[in-house]
């Protein structure tokens, strides 16, 4: 496992590699640059020439890409033009926020898919399956920012019962605050997080749940679990415990895929909710042509992404000790 | 129920939902009065009535008839952006599959570094870059989808190549080629329209999306998702075109998941796509 | 026992601490649409960073909020020749960090801004300046290359502190102003807290407290503030949420004419439209009313020329074009303009009448207007297509006259000169449309060097009348500006949503 392990992280380098070379590629053929953005309608040629000058954009493309890898071999990643500040610093907090945020709609999304899931399987059939099932079908169909809309104009605008927008303190400095006996920011903190996680979490909770029903539903028919059913073993602890662990597999597997939505599907609820995470931050940084911050992101995303897939890769062969790992 | 119809329920409800959205765009020119452009703006945001059968607009422009117009483009560019997507990942999947070795790898890499990108930045980044329009959405678009059909294909490719008459084809020296569209394609066909009928679904939600960010195509064309976005911002007091265009957008999506879910009991029962997904390094 | 005794202690201890502040602090609230790109008032460029900045900064005038400038830092000031102004500054000003104002810091904050390496977006307001002089430690003398007008109106820039910058202070990140309020903390991209500043030298301020909240969507900003998070938002803000909450009784608000146009701008360089009669033909056919009252709801003002009813220098006589789309159509031929070939669209020698017209996407009304525009033209006989891109891909193409028919706005308009020299003088700085006419540009100096108020609306008004009949600009509406605010705030509404008298 170790070997595999290192051989997987020894993939990031090309992968790291490839996906700055092809951002690069992009911003190139993007009309407009950081210049005119920073000086704006009362830009002369000649304040965008020395402009330009002074962000190094004028330097052939070989130079400027191989002073990217340069830096970035050495762990920096660039200082934002707009911001005035080191594109590490700009996206260090907002990371926690998007991961915040993400872990939470996965928690959620587990959560009810699971219940969803067991629910159906285990009346299958009944109005409860077909409920379930129908919600499932509905949550997987539904475009997110319409969702996300409804939901704030409901709960937010109409009943007042969460705050529309923003962030409150990051969920780990609000637990501490709990623990210590201040509940205050913890509450603010998760209502806050309320609305956000559950638009973004709603589709892999459909997701999940369709699939939690297919494998308990699997299990359900095997002959050994017919056989204990025929003997009058305590049936519904039985199923429960040999559904849900057959489901387990499939089920880790769909997170690692769902969390990889969930990253990208932040993005537009970001924008929405005002949620300053990697999303947001993703959008502002395109419309700006702030190209280290881009760069930046996108390498972030990508490392994020390729980190989940190898632990849920890892985690299989810890589950299932007959998968081979290759 | 019969035996037979509630197990294909999904199927046939779904076949059902995508015939009439079809026979809808189809039909709509002939059976409607009105034309896509036409403004009447001391009629805006009308609810439905005899003269307008699905009420008008933000520019009092006839909804039934831009409602139509839009299933054709957005199924349109659903449809194209898939092929696309289908046609260059299964390619890839099978030239990575049959071949292995260093193809192989050179290949997943690639596929790795498109992953690596949240689908929306990327498809936003391209679009930015190629410029506004129709045929650039298309290809955002496929550039994000095409790296699941090549997993899958790559992967089914993978467990057939070691069959035993595959492998004694080999043997005997038949070409590459034929190997692959004779033995193997047949294979791969299944799971790829599995995962192709639900990929309209997607692409459709994602088409809206980007229309929400202002980068889908341009005015005036009546895309449902630039209709959904002007929706969205008179959501408050003028409810009716958010819902009328969110509910075309989900009721469609429905239906190609229905069906993609029905045809999926019955051209992939073994899950090949769903297990491949999972184990696709 | 000793135990119990420590733990007794120590929980006491950990509840005083933990226990909340006395009296809630009055923390004033207001939702940005974008965030500050810095908060160095010489490079500012956005509209959070002019809002903020006014907090933390003094200049030496203030703008009221009929636009006239007010003492601030400079207690009083003289125009002893055409081309000098005297500033004498008050006593006693503080700068955050505790160092005092003086004459050397403006001369610094002024010779900076002029200096093409720092970037200064507004430096071509100050070109004019020729030299700045220190003449003793409270008071300023500017040297002009010529007469000078709008000065004044453009010294409410904020001072910096010499010494902080020059010994590697960042304002851009960490300003230090002699403002009423100070930078508590800045969560980028998400909210910018100031709090008061005690030696301020006006008295320090009533508030505990002013953030500045960033949520970009109008919609949900407007939403925010119904649910009660946030205190203040003004504008941009979309129609229908404008009147939703001027309907609504119990907020404070102020709705009011702002200085801020929309307009469409031609490329006069461009064929077909290097014809004014061609451009006025066009704009004939642009119903301003349906997009002033039917996009936007009525919440700006359909414009009659390019002088804005808000300046000194307005008449009502001054008329662009109205909507007429008869009287387009028979200019429109008597131009040669005829449909030969059946097709509905008008054509000239073989040639379609095509037009594109252009925007950028972060606008949903502007958007609207657009495809609005493109129908009616459409309607009539010209074949018109939209173009939408995001703005860092439209405004250079704008900039570089790319483009036949634009949309876009302006802001900031403190003086007509703001609106008019840049852009209309041949060859002007942001003359994207390559206008170019004699007399305008004779005229247009004239107003800037002509001290009298009275010289100046004549020579303004003079220019105006050329422009709406030569159209090189049309200006579509006159934009509103709304705030919308907790009753409990005592807010005198700025058009420019300057802050400066929540505080107290």
């Known amino acids: ?326 | 129920m019969p035996k037979a119809l509630s197990e294909n329920l999904s199927l046939y409800v779904g076949a059902a939902i995508v015939t009439t959205i079809v026979a809808f765009a189809v039909l709509s020119p002939f059976l409607s009065p009105y034309d896509v452009e036409t403004m009447d703006m001391p009629n805006r945001f009308a609810w439905p009535s005899p003269e307008h059968w699905l009420g008008t607009d933000n520019f009092g422009r006839d909804l039934w008839t831009r409602m139509a117009e839009g299933a054709r483009i957005s199924v349109l560019i659903a449809v194209s952006s898939v092929a696309i997507a289908v046609v260059v990942g299964t390619l890839i999947g099978l030239i990575a599959g049959y071949f292995g070795g260093w193809t192989d790898l050179l290949i997943m890499r690639v596929v790795d570094i498109f992953l690596g990108f949240p689908p929306i930045i990327l498809a936003l980044a391209i679009i930015a870059a190629l410029g506004p329009g129709a045929l650039n959405l298309i290809l955002a678009l496929s550039a994000v989808f095409w790296t699941e059909y090549a997993r899958v294909v790559r992967a089914v490719t993978l467990a057939q190549r070691e069959i035993d008459y595959v492998a004694a084809a080999r043997a005997i020296g038949a070409s590459p080629v034929r190997i692959l569209l004779i033995e193997i394609l047949p294979n791969v066909i299944g799971p790829v329209i599995v995962l192709a009928t639900l990929g309209l679904g997607t692409a459709i939600i994602a088409e809206s999306g980007l229309s929400f960010l202002g980068f889908g195509v341009q005015p005036p064309t009546p895309t449902w998702g630039w209709t959904l976005a002007y929706g969205t911002r008179y959501l408050r007091t003028e409810p009716w075109l958010s819902i009328v265009s969110g509910l075309a957008i989900m009721i469609t999506v429905l239906g190609f998941n229905l069906f993609g879910d029905g045809l999926r009991d019955k051209l992939d029962p073994r899950g090949v796509a769903r297990r491949v997904r999972r184990n696709a390094t | 026992m000793k135990i119990n005794v420590n733990f007794a202690a120590a929980a006491a201890i950990a509840m005083a601490v933990m226990a909340p502040a006395g009296a809630s602090a009055e923390v004033i609230t207001l939702g940005a649409d974008v965030d500050a790109g810095t908060l160095d008032p010489r490079t500012q460029r956005d509209t959070t960073a002019y809002r903020v900045n006014n907090l933390l900064y003094d200049g030496l005038v203030n703008l009221d909020a009929g636009l006239n400038a007010q003492p601030n830092l400079a207690v009083s000031w003289e125009n002893p020749e055409p081309t000098v102004w005297i500033f004498k500054l008050r006593e006693g000003v503080k700068f955050h960090d505790g160092s005092d104002l003086t004459a050397e810091d403006v001369v610094y904050t002024f010779e900076t801004i002029l200096d093409p390496e720092l970037g200064a977006r507004f430096r071509s307001l100050y070109t004019p300046i020729s030299s700045i002089e220190a003449v003793d430690p409270l008071t300023v003398k500017f040297e002009l290359t010529e007469p000078y007008a709008p000065l004044l109106s453009y010294m409410d820039l904020g001072i910096v502190p010499s010494d902080y910058v020059e010994g590697g202070g960042d304002l851009a990140t960490a300003p230090v102003g002699s403002g009423p309020m100070k930078l508590a903390n800045w969560a980028r991209g998400s909210k910018i807290e100031l709090e008061p500043f005690a030696d301020y030298w006006g008295g320090a301020p009533a508030v505990d407290g002013f953030e500045f909240v960033v949520v970009a969507d109008n919609t949900s900003r407007a939403q925010a503030f119904e649910a009660g998070d946030l205190s203040i938002i003004q504008s941009p803000l979309s129609p229908q949420d404008i009147q939703r909450l001027e309907a609504s009784d119990d907020i404070g608000k102020a709705v009011m004419g702002g200085v801020g146009i929309t307009y469409i701008n031609f490329n006069t360089a461009a064929e077909p439209l290097t014809d004014p009669a061609m451009r006025r033909a066009i704009a004939m056919l642009i119903d301003q009313d349906t997009i002033v009252n039917g996009i936007y709801e009525g919440v700006d003002e359909v414009a009659t020329s390019i002088l804005l009813p808000s300046s000194w220098a307005y008449s009502a006589d001054i008329s662009q074009p109205t909507y007429d789309p008869e009287g387009a159509k028979a200019a429109l031929a008597e131009l040669g303009w005829s449909d030969s070939d059946g097709d509905g669209i008008l054509d000239k020698d073989g040639e379609d009448l095509s037009i594109e017209v252009s925007t950028h996407s972060e606008d949903p009304n502007r958007i609207q207007a657009v495809e609005f525009i493109q129908a009616m033209l459409k309607q009539n006989g010209v074949d018109a297509t939209v173009s939408i891109a995001d703005w860092p891909a439209f405004f250079p193409s704008v900039q570089d006259g790319q483009h036949q028919i634009a949309l876009l706005g302006w802001l900031n308009i403190v003086d007509p000169d703001r609106l008019m020299f840049a852009q209309f003088t041949t060859g002007g700085p942001q003359n994207y449309g390559s206008y170019s006419n004699d007399d305008v540009d004779t005229l247009l100096a004239e107003g800037r060097s002509a001290i009298a108020t009275d010289e100046r609306i004549a020579a303004y008004q003079a220019a105006a009348e050329i422009i709406s009949e030569e159209v090189p600009y049309y200006v579509i509406s006159y934009q509103g500006y709304q705030v919308f605010y907790d009753p409990e705030l005592d807010l005198e509404p700025d058009v420019r949503g300057m802050m400066r008298s929540a505080i107290d």
């Open chain 1, 1 to 326: 496992m170790l070997a595999y392990t290192a051989g997987r992280l020894a993939l990031f380098v090309p992968m790291v590699v490839g996906i700055v070379v092809v951002t690069f590629v992009i911003m190139q053929l993007l009309p407009g640059d950081t210049a005119i953005i920073l000086l704006g309608e009362d830009a002369t040629p000649q304040m965008l020439a020395e402009t330009r000058a002074a962000l190094g954009l004028d330097k052939p493309w070989y130079v400027r890409l191989g002073t990217y890898f340069a830096d970035l071999a050495r762990g920096d990643l660039g200082r934002s033009a707009f911001l005035n500040e080191s594109v590490a610093n700009i996206i260090a907090p907002r990371l926690w926020a998007t991961l915040e945020l993400a872990l939470v709609a996965l928690l959620i999304s587990v959560v009810l898919g699971m219940v969803l899931g067991v629910a159906a399987a285990l009346w299958r059939g009944t109005l409860v399956d077909t409920f379930a099932m129908l919600f499932a079908q509905i949550g997987v169909s539904m475009p997110v920012f319409w969702l996300g809309i409804l939901l704030m104009l409901l709960l937010a605008v109409n009943l007042g019962w969460l705050p529309a927008i923003g962030r409150g303190e990051p969920l780990s400095s609000a637990f501490g605050m709990a623990l210590a006996g201040n509940p205050g920011p913890l509450l603010d903190s998760l209502a806050h997080l309320a609305m956000p996680a559950l638009t973004l979490g709603l589709n892999s909770a459909a997701v999940i749940s369709r699939l939690v029903r297919s494998a308990m539903l699997e299990t359900l028919n095997q002959d050994f679990i017919r056989t204990a059913h025929a003997k009058g073993l305590l049936v519904g602890r039985v199923i429960l415990v040999h559904g849900l662990r057959n489901a387990l597999l499939p089920i880790v597997s769909v997170i690692g895929l769902r969390f990889g939505a969930l990253l990208g599907g932040a993005v537009l609820t970001e924008n929405i909710f005002g949620w300053p995470g990697l999303g947001q931050l993703a959008v502002s940084a395109m419309s700006q042509r702030d190209i280290p911050l881009i760069q930046g992101v996108v390498l972030c995303f990508a490392l994020l992404f390729a980190l989940v897939n190898l632990i849920v890769d890892l985690a299989y062969t810890v589950i299932d000790p007959r998968v081979r790992l290759d």
